[in-house]
């Protein structure tokens, strides 16, 4: 890599580390009921369950709080269905932007929900202002306080013993959307309108260019969306463009501030997690595995994006800038690549650049980093839980190895738990693999495929990964809003969603119920280096290999095509 590349690396880890303490000892506090700003929301917090009916001492099993998810959730699906397939007839809608079609408006309302935002629409000539608003961004909250509601309780039940609760989910989801999620995101958005990310109710605007021609400007409320967009790890932009819009990415700066609050709460959460089961070590351990990780692939995908295509070389284009292709030149190809990197290990899926016109190589990256499960750093809690259940299967492997009960933060990891955690695991590669074997040799899925080869069956299989994962980012050369892909990748955004959260909660459930045991001297280590590297080997080899014969057929062999001159 360039030393740009590195500075600019270098950069963004010094500023993210410098965050993680505050902000995660912050969260710790707020989930902990300790923290002094619930005595300043407090009368908001007490409306909000008196309205609702919920009584904030009782707490629940892990069964009756999984039910409990999954109805919100479910309602959320209904309510941005509808307002969807309403739109032409209320109000903010200075374009008159008519019904979505009810597949369209299906895949989006479980898109959002799961918050994997995945966009088969252009936003700016579909959605209208109050879709936008009431339908998107307050799902962007929704989802995201889901996310973490779960980490959070997955943590709670390696901090308790001999409990058959883990939380009450209305309070969880209120004090995290509350007092996390909308102050860092109304800070944000002031952030964004300062640096020239609109913020507006007004109709499109008709100007003329300097070749005097006329082009309509979308306007809107930009910067709010945004802002929740990336603290969320939500992804879906209010433009088609995304991220590389300037109305909502318009100088480097921006750039570099949306790529730290993908990170932000993430990682923030891992010294939560570290805090809640009265361990720190514990949280700096997951985290470090996350961060060597992490800079391996940056270093991978900017790598190969700075070598250029070798059919420009051969033609005596110059390819010494790299491959510049469906990038924008105010960010190129160093802060592309990072950003990239960032919003798949993330689950964030907000784009600055064209991930189908990366090199084969480069866009393998991308691919890869979702496939591990999204966790490294990986989505608002989602992230962290995921790699709990990695940290889990470390744990039991060890034990096989050395022929001791596996144990995990002084509980005993027995047959349930690795059964829930199998499920956890394999649910979305049967959802990703299922899917993109059903599409190729379907009519309708080859219909949507407009590269033939190596590069559309990378196309497809991006999408499911994608979907399957809860990111939402694309290789948008498929054309995937039609009724066979809007039904299919519905499906597996849902499944990818709740098949892991419901037996992650399961786990929480059952290991709050047990006693803590002490550590001996024949205790593994959980928070040391060997143990980091022992998780690093167990999220490639699990997460990845069920991938590897995927890879191979799609970015690999089209990367051998293209050097050999194809």
């Not at 959460?269 to 805090?275: A, E, M, P, V």
């Not at 299989?461 to 809860?470: Q, R, V």
């Not at 066979?484 to 059952?510: K, Q």
Request: proline content about 5%; charged content about 10%; some cysteine.
């Amino acid at each position: 890599m360039i030393s740009h590349a590195w500075l600019l690396l270098g950069l963004f880890l010094l500023v993210l580390f410098a965050l993680i303490k505050p902000l995660g000892i912050y969260i710790a506090d707020i989930m902990e009921g300790r923290s002094p700003a619930l005595r300043f929301g407090g009368p908001i917090e007490s409306m909000i369950y008196r309205l609702s009916g919920v009584h904030k001492e009782n707490e629940m099993g892990w069964l009756n709080y999984a039910l409990a998810i999954l109805l919100f959730n479910g309602l959320g699906v209904i309510t941005v269905f509808i307002l969807q397939r309403l739109q032409f007839w209320l109000p903010l809608n200075p374009q008159q932007m008519v019904n979505v079609s009810p597949d369209s408006a299906f895949n989006t309302a479980v898109s959002f929900v799961t918050n994997t935002n995945w966009q088969g629409y252009s936003g700016e000539a579909t959605m209208s202002y109050l879709t936008q608003m009431l339908a998107l961004t307050v799902q962007n909250f929704l989802s995201a306080a889901t996310g973490i509601v779960i980490a959070i309780a997955l943590m709670r039940g390696f901090a308790r013993h001999t409990m058959q609760s883990i939380g009450n989910p209305w309070v969880d989801l209120a004090r995290i959307t509350l007092y996390v999620l909308l102050p860092l995101s109304l800070m944000f958005a002031v952030l964004l309108v300062s640096q020239g990310v609109i913020q507006n109710f007004s109709a499109y605007q008709d100007v003329t260019t300097l070749e005097t021609a006329t082009q309509t400007l979308a306007m809107g409320p930009v910067a709010s969306q945004e802002a929740i967009k990336m603290i969320g790890t939500n992804g879906g932009g209010f433009f088609n463009a995304n991220s590389a819009h300037p109305f909502e990415n318009p100088t480097p700066l921006t750039n570099f501030l949306q790529m730290l609050a993908i990170f932000l709460i993430p990682a923030a959460l891992c010294y939560t997690f570290g805090r809640i089961v009265g361990d720190i070590r514990q949280g700096w351990a997951v985290l470090a595995a996350m961060a060597v990780l992490f800079v391996m692939m940056v270093v991978a995908v900017i790598h190969f994006e700075q070598q250029g295509n070798p059919l420009f070389a051969a033609a005596g284009v110059d390819s010494t800038v790299g491959n510049m292709e469906g990038k924008e030149t105010r960010f190129g190809i160093a802060d592309s690549g990072l950003f990239s990197a960032i919003t798949t290990a993330a689950s964030c899926g907000a784009v600055n650049s064209m991930h189908d016109s990366f090199t084969p190589l480069g866009g393998m990256i991308p691919l890869a980093l979702m496939q591990l499960g999204e966790v490294v750093f990986g989505g608002v809690g989602s992230g962290l839980y995921g790699m709990l259940i990695f940290a889990i299967m470390a744990v039991f492997i060890s034990g096989l190895m050395i022929g001791r009960t596996p144990e995990y933060l002084g509980k005993k990891i027995e047959a349930y738990e690795m059964k829930m955690t199998s499920i956890a695991i394999l649910a979305t590669p049967l959802l990703v693999l299922a899917g993109t074997a059903i599409a190729v040799i379907t009519v309708s899925g080859r219909a949507g495929i407009f590269n033939p080869g190596a590069h559309g069956f990378s196309e497809v299989l991006y999408a499911f990964t994608s979907a399957g994962n809860n990111n939402g980012s694309a290789f948008a050369g498929l054309s995937a809003n039609t009724p066979f892909y809007n039904a299919m990748l519905a499906i597996a955004m849902w499944f990818g969603r709740f098949a892991v959260i419901v037996p992650v909660l399961a786990i929480a459930g059952a290991l709050a119920a047990k006693k803590r045991i002490a550590v001996t001297p024949g205790t593994l280590p959980t928070h040391g280096p060997l143990f980091v590297m022992l998780l690093i080997g167990t999220v490639l080899l699990v997460g990845l290999l069920n991938y590897v014969p995927a890879l191979a057929l799609g970015p690999a062999v089209e990367h051998l095509m293209l050097w050999a001159g194809h």
